[in-house]
């Protein structure tokens, strides 16, 4: 597609979750043997105002390098191709084709646009840097949650073979991550030759003896293997003790209303089988349609009552072709934005009397950039001493607490 050039040259953004980070990573990598110099653009529907950041992005990176071309793919790529078409040099690639290489050929040579020594004169976005590696074992979803447009781009669920995921975390120990977080859209419905979810991770820690800390991203609350993980939590200390349920709500006729499969008992029955060793983080949506005050309340009174530690709320954004779109009752923005104010500051409360509860304890950390590290709970920890190697897996002796963050001391 361009001359060789060894000083390859290809630049990523990405947009929404990290499984989107995980899969730009591989497309850099799979366009790296064909191109030197592109940017590649991996975007997200899952809100209207994430959508819009997407464009503007696409549109400001056109301005910046109008020698280069870019590489648009994703959801918000996928669900409205004609915003990105419309920007000098962008080049679509769709979901079901973004990890296709010939896709990436065919594109660019079908563009109108003429890349004369292609060139990225402009680029200031720098991707962290992780100390932990995510694996993808899973990809689309096919359940109908109302208000979910990423199923609907993602398409139908893919379980990976048990041999690719294998493959994956035995390259990424021998790079040095001692860390490994599952992911996927759905993970929790993985099913590939007889192996659901749990068995994945039984079979990890049995196969690669590397592994020290194993996660999993996300986990459907209404799945039967979330008491398996628990099981499995409890009895092998690399099975980190912190679990992330996509809930979206605490109230019954709410989730009945977004078609989830589960209710406030069965969120009750997971916290009381883990047990207080175990912490949890949510997803919330506010403000969906039809959720009153009383309704909210619910939410509320189920978080008082199983303290998740952190809570990812945002406000409900109607998105395209989703039943949820077309409702009655629309919650006004502004209230809904208050909701997430009031959910997120309660399950801050629980954060900082489950670290008071921690102080003086001795605990092991992955350390990240400049000291700083995660306990298995995922909670921040700045490291006082010398400076430590990033992916670094150590004890330290938690001393105090600041903001949202541990101070500590190493052993």
Request: with cysteine.
């Amino acid at each position: 597609m361009q001359e060789e050039n060894k000083k390859n040259n290809i630049k990523t953004l990405s947009f929404g979750c990290r499984l989107n980070a995980m899969e730009t990573e591989k497309i850099q990598k799979m366009l790296s043997t064909t191109m030197d110099t592109a940017i590649i653009v991996n975007t997200c529907a899952v809100t209207a105002e994430a959508e819009r950041q997407t464009g503007q992005a696409v549109r400001k990176l056109a301005r910046e390098n109008p020698n280069a071309p870019i590489f648009v793919t994703g959801c918000a790529a996928t669900r409205n191709p004609d915003l990105f078409l419309q920007i000098p040099n962008a080049i679509v690639v769709k979901n079901q084709e973004k990890m296709n290489l010939n896709a990436y050929i065919e594109a660019f040579n079908n563009t109108p646009c003429h890349f004369e020594k292609p060139q990225i004169t402009a680029f200031t976005h720098t991707l962290p840097k992780l100390s932990k590696q995510f694996i993808q074992i899973q990809n689309g979803c096919n359940h109908k949650c109302a208000y979910c447009v990423t199923r609907l781009l993602r398409g139908p669920a893919v379980s990976f073979d048990y041999a690719t995921i294998l493959q994956d975390v035995q390259e990424a120990v021998k790079n040095g991550f001692y860390e490994i977080v599952l992911t996927g859209i759905d993970i929790a419905s993985y099913a590939k030759d007889g192996f659901l979810i749990s068995d994945v991770c039984k079979k990890l820690l049995a196969d690669v003896p590397e592994i020290k800390r194993l996660r999993l991203s996300s986990m459907d609350p209404a799945s039967p293997e979330i008491f398996k993980i628990i099981d499995l939590i409890k009895s092998d200390n690399r099975m980190m003790p912190h679990m992330h349920l996509s809930m979206q709500s605490g109230s019954d006729r709410i989730l009945s209303a977004m078609h989830r499969r589960h209710n406030a008992e069965t969120v009750r029955k997971i916290v009381n089988y883990a047990g207080n060793k175990i912490t949890f983080s949510w997803d919330i949506i506010c403000g969906f349609p039809g959720e009153t005050e009383e309704l909210f309340n619910e939410t509320l009174t189920l978080t008082k009552e199983t303290k998740p530690i952190k809570i990812h709320a945002f406000p409900f954004s109607p998105r395209p072709d989703t039943e949820a779109a077309s409702l009655d009752n629309q919650i006004d923005r502004d209230v809904s934005k208050k909701r997430v104010k009031v959910i997120s500051a309660i399950a801050d409360l629980h954060r900082a009397q489950f670290m008071e509860q921690q102080l003086g304890q001795t605990v092991q950390v992955l350390v990240e950039e400049n000291n700083t590290a995660r306990t298995p709970n995922d909670i921040p920890v700045k490291i006082s001493g010398k400076n430590l190697q990033a992916k670094t897996i150590c004890d330290v002796k938690l001393t105090d607490i600041n903001d949202d963050y541990f101070l500590a001391t190493t052993i």
